[in-house]
């Protein structure tokens, strides 16, 4: 017998074994999914097992330089609907619709075919009327608070500090460029839930949205409101395309006021017309250029002087133009000059004089000198897609083209890249990195903090003596009305055409001055350009100068900076010029105590602004007509 | 040998039982409670079912315990042919049920009934009874015959339903039986050559048994699709760890784990209760199942060795076959686990079963 008890014994005994090994091979299975992989795939579980509800972080505030908010946030509702928990649904999208300006039947269509759990309403609905939804307790509605922009001061700065996109994340301007500092870390509730969506009746677990950083920049809300307004009127006034202003620091390169005309409101920006946006939420004072003109040929100057090509007793003749390479370049007053000193050509921003300094200097001396002050590169201001200004490459620049740069044509640059290139010519020397943020900051640390540069471009003497020029221009020169009166205040005029399609724009000009103070030791420098002037006049002088010495003005008074000398304001009587030869007018003009910009080369007076009659103060500049 | 008046009933494996099938009421009613509320509106759906089921279980396991297995013997082609038409029996409209794609139930007045449950046992009855009659004949090529054609005709009625992890259940069961019963090892490996033969052919046969066998090769290619019951399982077991969520905290039961309270009521064991938990239930097996093979070593009589050996496979077998699964290391089919899973037969069948070897035991005890 094949089959006894020991064999079956045997076999029993040999399928307990194996089972015994199977049960032990299974508790290691078992061990290594629990426990040795359980880590990595209860993080993949996670995701089924709730529903996160985000909680949007608030976006960091943009402050000026004494802590007032320029940009801060208010609280918004959003709006969603569970279509599942609506109980009647005409009435509900009726309700919704008509406290959000929405169209009822859409949304009702929406409610009714919706496959999702969950439908959002509408974003940003300001906090009264979803407070109001909310009291009503509509079955499936439901709120969340968000947090959106506010802009306590509406217009300014709008060019400067950007926007924010519906989902509040920054798309130009500081917003846009700091928006890695500013948007946060969003947070979130975690709901947990069945596999269909449904909420558990279990505690949520939440994780808190960390606020954005906070943008302390270098703008001063007051002296941005001088500015604002100074622009606004010179539109109107001179019923131009756009006028900017930029006031900087003088020794840092901080940006203290930017502000440009037309502008719009930050509180409703024309998303639906995406055309106006773009023209007016452009920076054009960053991102576009001009021909500068007669302000350039402060850099002339400078780097003439710098270069030892010219001194205080260099005389210059002009006779109304410059005969370079066979070519003529006329001079703005054709009749010409005459013979002057290198403090008077400044004063009489006589192209002759400057087209000799460019040439005297050559191409090499020049560009060396222009880039040191930054022309031709970007500033490095921390504002995206910063035009780096257009300048003849090197090699190609003949002696044409040299002397008109001399005198600020056949180049281009950004208004910012010139207020800087000015603001190191009269601080001493050090070169200036234009820039808008102090610091970046949360309450537990310090993210950016500006460093200003200290790289000398020009001589502390070169420096000095540019001041004093230029404040000669203000109170000899053609920049009288950027003067205030008691105030040490240097600067330059500049007018310059237009070119459209390569060619010079007839009655286009874009009418400057830069202007700085005080003169002897300068806090501030104003550039304002006034884009397409078309009033009786287009002079830098008469066009730009009156808004620059009007915001000192108020600076002055607003940083309590005190007059050095007190002089009555006297006031005079416009004379009646009309018919009178040029030579008797001026003398007339001088007599009074009052300075003159002529438009024409005639002979024969033939009208005057203001018209005679006219109280004006003494010492002002006034337009004749010959 | 002296003959005590008083037989014994193997207390350890009954407890053990006990144990299992109370372990089973609250995983059923914690893994369910969810979606039975979702899905029936009563949270206590399952648990009443399966307390019911429980009940008759624990009645049937002590009942048969004072049975006398021998009679079964003499039963054993009634027994077998009973259990083909219960099988046959769910292809017939209106009595059988049809859930999921497949027929699996008969539909009686008050209940359904899952007839391959009983058939396993059926199977195991007559082959014990068989190879008990005809012992020497097992030497024999011819003599396995018997065994082989009701293994096979019952294989080919579970597969028909279909049923592919009974099928490999009752295959595997049969095979033991083969073993057990003293079947020679050149005639087993004759048979077992062209069943793993088969293997490849039945998965071949169904494609969605081939996108199973993929998505078990790696689940993660399709995390909502084939993959998912996998994935979900893995989950529930890593959501676990050592020591468990606690018993009632298992977030794989919200409708994420499907069959939670039955085919994959091991996961929600590994999740409420750990890595610590799915040892100790392994444990109670191991109990279980070396009580029945103590008992078939002790027994006095041939058939009631092979019977309690024979039961011991079975849950042995289904066991491994479900733990298997539930932990990724065989691909997915649906099987329950013995005494835990919801489902009242496959508990009374079991039970009874239990109570089967119980008897085998009391009798030993009388030698």
Same mark, same amino acid.
């Given at each position: 017998m094949n089959n006894s008890i020991p064999k079956t014994r045997k076999r029993l005994l040999t399928v307990i074994a194996s089972i015994t090994f199977l049960f032990m091979f299974l508790c290691v299975r078992v061990f290594f999914v629990c426990v040795i992989d359980g880590k990595t795939l209860v993080l993949r579980a996670k995701d089924q097992w709730s529903r996160d509800l985000p909680l949007k972080a608030p976006r960091g505030e943009i402050l000026d330089r004494y802590g007032r908010p320029i940009v801060e946030n208010k609280s918004v509702f959003t709006v969603y609907v569970k279509p599942r928990s609506v109980t009647d649904v005409g009435v509900t999208s009726e309700i919704l619709a008509s406290a959000l300006s929405l169209d009822?039947?859409?949304?009702?269509?929406?409610?009714?075919?919706?496959?999702v759990g969950e439908i959002t309403v509408k974003k940003n609905v300001d906090f009264a009327t979803g407070?109001?939804?909310?009291?009503?307790?509509?079955?499936?509605?439901? $709120?969340?608070? @968000?947090?959106? #922009? @506010?802009?306590?001061?509406?217009?300014?700065?709008?060019?400067?500090?950007?926007?924010?996109n519906v989902d509040n994340v920054g798309q130009n301007g500081l917003e846009g460029y700091y928006d890695r500092y500013l948007r946060g870390v969003d947070g979130k509730t975690l709901i947990p839930s069945d596999n269909s969506g449904k909420d558990l009746e279990e505690v949520a677990s939440y994780v808190k949205p960390l606020r954005g950083a906070t943008l302390a920049t270098t703008i001063d809300l007051n002296i941005q409101s001088f500015a604002e307004d100074a622009v606004k009127r010179a539109l109107v006034d001179h019923n131009a395309k756009r006028a900017n202003m930029i006031v900087m620091d003088v020794k840092t390169g901080g940006v203290t006021a930017m502000a440009s005309a037309p502008t719009y409101d930050l509180n409703s920006i024309p998303r639906n017309d995406l055309e106006m946006l773009n023209a007016y939420s452009k920076n054009t004072m960053i991102v576009d250029v001009y021909e500068p003109g007669s302000t350039f040929k402060i850099f002339t100057t400078a780097l003439a002087l710098e270069n030892g090509v010219a001194d205080d007793d260099s005389t210059f003749f002009c006779a109304g133009s410059r005969i370079v390479d066979g070519q003529r370049i006329k001079c703005w007053r054709t009749k010409g000059h005459g013979s002057q000193h290198l403090k008077e050509g400044v004063c009489n921003s006589c192209n002759c004089v400057f087209m000799d300094l460019a040439l005297k200097m050559g191409t090499?001396?020049?560009?060396?000198?222009? #880039?040191? $002050?930054?022309?031709?590169?970007?500033?490095?201001? @921390? $504002?995206?897609?910063?035009?780096?200004?257009?300048?003849?490459?090197?090699?190609?620049?003949?002696? /044409? @083209?040299?002397? #008109?740069?001399? $005198?600020?044509?056949? /180049?281009?640059?950004?208004?910012?890249?010139?207020?800087?290139?000015?603001?190191?010519? /009269?601080?001493g020397g050090i070169k200036v990195t234009p820039h808008f943020a102090e610091s970046v900051y949360d309450d537990n640390s310090e993210y950016y #903090?500006?460093?200003?540069?200290?790289?000398?471009?020009?001589?502390?003497?070169?420096?000095?003596?540019?001041?004093?020029?230029?404040?000669?221009? /203000?109170?000899?020169g053609g920049g009288r009305k950027g003067g205030v009166k008691g105030y040490r205040i240097g600067g330059k005029t500049g007018t310059a055409q237009k070119y459209a399609s390569g060619a010079i724009a007839n009655g286009k000009y874009v009418s400057s001055f830069v202007g700085f103070a005080p003169a002897d030791n300068p806090e501030y420098a104003i550039l304002f350009t006034v884009d397409e002037p078309n009033s009786y006049a287009y002079y830098g002088s008469i066009v730009a100068a009156p808004y620059v010495a009007d915001t000192f003005e108020k600076i002055f008074y607003y940083e309590g900076i005190k007059p050095v000398t007190h002089e009555p304001k006297e006031y005079v009587d416009m004379p009646a010029l009309t018919g009178l030869r040029f030579a008797q007018a001026s003398a007339i003009l001088k007599e009074k105590g009052l300075y003159y910009e002529v438009e024409g080369e005639g002979e024969i007076i033939k009208s005057s602004l203001p018209l005679p009659g006219e109280k004006i103060e003494k010492g002002d500049v006034v337009l004749i007509r010959t | 040998m002296v003959r005590t008046e008083r037989k014994?009933?193997?207390?350890?494996?009954? *407890?053990?039982?006990?144990?299992l099938m109370a372990l089973g009421c609250v995983m059923v009613y914690s893994a369910s409670s969810y979606s039975a509320k979702v899905n029936y509106g009563n949270e206590y759906f399952y648990l009443f079912k399966q307390l019911a089921g429980a009940a008759l279980g624990a009645l049937c396991a002590i009942a048969f315990g004072f049975f006398d297995y021998r009679k079964l013997v003499r039963f054993r082609?009634?027994?077998?042919?009973?259990?083909?038409?219960?099988?046959?029996?769910?292809?017939?409209?209106?009595?059988? &049920?049809?859930?999921?794609?497949?027929? !699996?139930?008969? !539909? *009686?007045? *008050?209940?359904?009934?899952?007839?391959?449950?009983?058939?396993?046992?059926?199977?195991?009855?007559?082959?014990?009874?068989?190879?008990?009659?005809?012992?020497?004949?097992?030497?024999?090529?011819?003599?396995?015959?018997?065994?082989?054609?009701?293994?096979?005709?019952?294989?080919?009625?579970?597969?028909?339903?279909?049923?592919?992890?009974?099928t490999v259940c009752v295959a595997l069961v049969t095979a033991c039986m083969l073993f057990i019963c003293g079947a020679k090892k050149k005639h087993l490996a004759l048979i077992a050559l062209?069943? &793993?033969?088969?293997?490849?052919?039945?998965?071949?046969?169904?494609?969605? !048994?081939?996108? !199973?066998?993929?998505?078990?090769?790696?689940?993660?290619?399709?995390?909502?699709?084939?993959?998912?019951?996998?994935?979900?399982?893995?989950?529930?077991?890593?959501?676990?760890? *050592?020591w468990g969520l606690g018993l009632f905290n298992s977030r794989q039961k919200y409708l994420f784990l499907p069959f939670s309270e039955s085919d994959f009521i091991f996961s929600v064991i590994g999740e409420e209760l750990g890595f610590f938990g799915c040892v100790c239930v392994i444990a109670a097996y191991s109990v279980v199942v070396w009580r029945c093979f103590r008992t078939a070593l002790k027994a006095s009589d041939r058939f009631g060795a092979y019977l309690s050996a024979g039961v011991g496979c079975v849950i042995a077998v289904q066991v491994i076959v479900n733990i298997a699964v539930v932990s990724g290391t065989i691909p997915p089919t649906g099987l329950p686990l013995p005494f835990v899973s919801a489902g009242t037969s496959s508990l009374i069948a079991f039970c009874s079963a239990i109570g089967l070897v119980n008897g085998v035991k009391r009798n030993s005890d009388l030698l």
């Open positions: 009822a039947q859409k949304l009702a269509h929406k409610i009714k075919n919706s496959s407070e109001k939804l909310r009291r009503l307790g509509l079955d499936g509605v439901y $709120f969340s608070t @968000d947090s959106t #922009r @506010d802009y306590p001061y509406g217009e300014y700065l709008a060019q400067v500090v950007g926007y924010v090499k001396k020049f560009y060396e000198g222009l #880039r040191g $002050f930054g022309l031709g590169e970007k500033t490095g201001v @921390d $504002f995206y897609s910063e035009s780096s200004g257009i300048m003849m490459k090197e090699s190609g620049v003949k002696p /044409v @083209d040299l002397a #008109r740069i001399g $005198f600020g044509q056949a /180049v281009a640059v950004t208004p910012l890249q010139l207020i800087s290139g000015v603001c190191s010519v /009269v601080n #903090r500006f460093l200003p540069e200290t790289k000398r471009v020009i001589s502390r003497s070169t420096s000095d003596r540019m001041r004093e020029l230029l404040e000669a221009v /203000v109170n000899e | 014994k009933s193997d207390r350890v494996l009954l *407890f053990s039982v006990f144990a082609i009634v027994i077998l042919i009973a259990s083909f038409c219960l099988l046959a029996l769910v292809f017939v409209p209106g009595i059988g &049920v049809e859930n999921y794609g497949a027929k !699996r139930w008969i !539909r *009686f007045p *008050f209940f359904t009934v899952q007839p391959s449950e009983t058939a396993k046992f059926g199977l195991v009855i007559y082959c014990a009874a068989y190879a008990a009659k005809k012992h020497e004949a097992l030497t024999t090529f011819k003599g396995l015959i018997p065994i082989l054609a009701a293994g096979t005709a019952t294989c080919a009625l579970v597969i028909a339903e279909p049923n592919m992890s009974i062209p069943a &793993v033969a088969a293997v490849p052919l039945l998965i071949v046969a169904e494609p969605y !048994r081939f996108r !199973r066998l993929m998505a078990f090769v790696d689940p993660w290619q399709s995390p909502l699709e084939e993959g998912y019951q996998l994935v979900q399982s893995f989950y529930a077991l890593a959501g676990g760890g *050592f």
